[in-house]
């Protein structure tokens, strides 16, 4: 077994408390929390006030230290951490996607200067072993495609509208579950999502992406009217990050898609992620596992403790390579209640085309480009969801199936 | 990116030459494949001959050589191919399940003897990277159970009798598309599906299991019936590898299960492999993957080849101790057209009995060493199918839902 490592812990949130007790509960003695920097004094937390320390120096300056567990939430403050803590000759495991997402490029260049570890497991689609999958085990392979569902919030969402909850119930289900924030807009707004797809984009294929350049879209403007026309369709509405490679580069985006029942990620409810890896030799990997939570998102940032005692960074054996996302055409639903919008962007093809009771809805093909003209604030309302590049073949299929069943009709 | 590393290649079969593609269509340089050892002289290969070594010394007394793979398919030639190895100072990946479960107790201490890295992802679950996952990233978590398909052709042939196939049919076919052997008893008997949950038994639990001690029955005495009763049940018949702690220790055995339709291995169709693993903090994780072919298995045999380059051996972090298998109590199905077989085992309740066209069906509860007490030779006319723990309670519901609709009766 591993020499016993001595390491420091910033935040002690959600990540914070599941990390700590695991390392008591596990019975291993390979972690010694030596240092808990927290920054709120008056807070309360499971130990007493004197387990804590509230200058990051106590742990930056303490040479003991080999191993810096990142877990605040601010990310520019995480930033300055990880970089004093890789300067200072220390390891470094974090959980925030945001910040690792924002600062690739610095993060790689800085783990290289110092030849320290740096990992950040728990960034990503929870406890599921990801990134180590895609870096590491998937080096020598070429990645066709990442798919997942990577925010459990909107999941947990997007199934309870299936299961009959209308928006704002399951929301509020979901808040009082301690599943979405107060203001959830990172998460319903897709920006959690993108920030995930935007990591797994570099370690699968090698691209660096800046998140205002990948094109993402929330569910906030869903209503049963979707989640009918979804189920009668046989699709279920789920977020998805997306990542797959075209003749012409690589495609990135987190928009809800309908998923065909047949597709795995169809099957992913609640809180839980999924995540479909294609490759060119060796088939298609589906990894499942929970989302959130103190244990399992604790684990996910322990887990990486072993790679950090063999030394093992990540890889990046695609490459590190600043790139802009290809502009795809896909086959959309469009709903919004606001007609001014629709003037701003061109379909290619409009396959079909309502108004009913205030919303408007465009079913069509249309570049990224276009959806891109309507600004971020525009988009909360408008609802945007892909559809498999199939449709207008199984729509066929359900219109005469539809013609036979005067259910369906 | 690490430094190149000289490797030799014992064996240039399926996997072999998958490997070998993979290693030369990847464009990555990180692997030069010196030398490649094979027995037979006569036979056809994808390279010519003179690319092909007939002498093991080639790489074993090779210094150069920093790295073996052994792709043989004799367990025996290939532990000793293994431990010359190990002893002369290389590392070793393996893909020989057999090998390994046999011999593991003397792997791990040749391995720490040596100081070497010795690991053996290609050998359990194809290209589903389920070992370093237990082993590496769950070593500091509590596993509770690990359950898998762990078999492709057994999996194949199950998938094509729920599609209407009859066994032998089933199997011709499994045969014709290069799934299963002439002799397809390693496969459809129990016994490979047995070495890969020895294996992940060792890396999940800390136990050391001898293959003659662990419980395995197989699918060939499977028909119509079976499949038309787990059908009209909600159930699929899957041959699964079942490892679990209980309070009295750790259950593992190998036999066909009657597994509910929510249950994730019951969509794990065809030459798929699946896991599940649950947890006791982090919820329960889910992989799946192709079991078998060229690709899959090279793929999973070149993703050890990071680990190897940072001297990233399996942490062994559960302990090794030898152990026996716990005697469970299970709710089974049983069937048979040797009436004398069923004298030799005693169930300790039986809830359904028949006999019809010659076969002697029994639903019950009974304990792993009755069933033990039939031969291996014996099972081979005895089909032993697991039901769930809840099999009387659903039972219940079945048979007052039956009542009601008469398709069902």
């Known amino acids: 077994m591993a020499q016993k490592i001595v390491a420091g812990l910033f935040g002690f949130g959600v990540v914070g408390e599941g990390l700590y007790k695991l390392i008591r509960q596990s019975g291993y003695?390979?972690?010694?929390?030596?240092?808990?920097?927290?920054?709120?004094?008056?807070?309360?937390?499971?130990l007493p006030p004197e387990r804590f320390n509230y200058n990051k120096d106590e742990i930056l300056n303490d040479s003991e230290i080999e191993l810096v567990f990142e877990l605040i939430s601010d990310a520019e403050e995480a930033f300055m951490i990880v970089k004093a803590a890789l300067l200072s000759g220390k390891n470094v495991v974090t959980a925030n996607k945001k910040m690792v997402a924002t600062h690739l490029a610095e993060l790689i260049e800085l783990?290289?200067?110092?030849?320290?570890?740096?990992?950040?497991?728990?960034?990503?689609?929870?406890?599921?072993?990801v990134v180590q999958t895609v870096d590491r085990y998937l080096a020598w392979q070429n990645v066709k495609s990442i798919r997942?569902?990577?925010?459990?919030?909107?999941?947990?969402?997007?199934?309870?509208?299936?299961?009959?909850l209308n928006y704002q119930e399951a929301l509020r289900e979901?808040?009082?579950?301690?599943?979405?924030?107060?203001?959830?807009?990172?998460?319903?707004?897709?920006?959690?999502?993108?920030?995930?797809?935007?990591?797994?984009?570099?370690?699968?294929?090698?691209?660096?992406?800046?998140?205002?350049?990948?094109?993402?879209?929330?569910?906030q403007c869903?209503?049963?009217?979707?989640?009918?026309?979804?189920?009668?369709?046989?699709?279920?509405?789920?977020?998805?990050?997306?990542?797959?490679?075209t003749d012409n580069g690589v495609s990135i985006s987190v928009l809800p898609e309908f998923v065909t029942t047949e597709d795995k990620l169809s099957k992913v409810n609640g809180v839980?992620?999924?995540?479909?890896?294609?490759?060119?030799?060796?088939?298609?990997?589906?990894?499942?596992?929970e989302g959130a939570g103190s244990g399992p998102t604790g684990q996910a940032v322990l887990g990486d403790v072993a790679p950090v005692q063999t030394n093992s960074s990540y890889l990046y054996n695609k490459g590190v390579e600043e790139s802009k996302p290809v502009n795809a055409v896909w086959n959309i639903y469009l709903k919004t209640d606001v007609e001014a919008l629709l003037e701003q962007i061109t379909f290619d093809q409009i396959f079909e085309e309502s108004k009913y009771e205030g919303q408007h809805r465009i079913i069509g093909r249309i570049s990224v480009s276009e959806l891109e003209k309507l600004s971020e604030s525009e988009r909360k309302h408008v609802f945007i969801g892909k559809l498999p590049d199939n449709f207008l073949q199984s729509n066929k299929e359900y219109q005469a199936n539809a013609k036979k069943d005067p259910i369906l009709t």
């Open 29 to 46: 003695p390979n972690v010694e929390l030596k240092t808990i920097v927290v920054q709120d004094k008056e807070k309360k937390r499971l």
């Open 111 to 129: 783990q290289q200067k110092t030849g320290k570890v740096l990992l950040y497991e728990a960034a990503v689609a929870g406890a599921i072993p």
């Open 148 to 164: 997942g569902i990577f925010n459990g919030t909107s999941n947990y969402i997007l199934t309870a509208l299936h299961n009959g």
């Open 174 to 219: 979901a808040q009082l579950k301690g599943y979405a924030e107060a203001d959830p807009t990172l998460d319903v707004g897709g920006y959690d999502a993108k920030f995930k797809s935007i990591i797994l984009a570099l370690h699968g294929f090698g691209k660096l992406y800046k998140p205002e350049e990948v094109f993402h879209a929330g569910i």
């Open 222 to 245: 869903i209503d049963s009217h979707e989640i009918v026309w979804a189920e009668s369709h046989n699709y279920t509405l789920k977020l998805v990050g997306n990542i797959y490679s």
């Open 272 to 289: 839980l992620n999924g995540v479909t890896v294609e490759t060119s030799n060796s088939g298609s990997y589906f990894l499942e596992g």
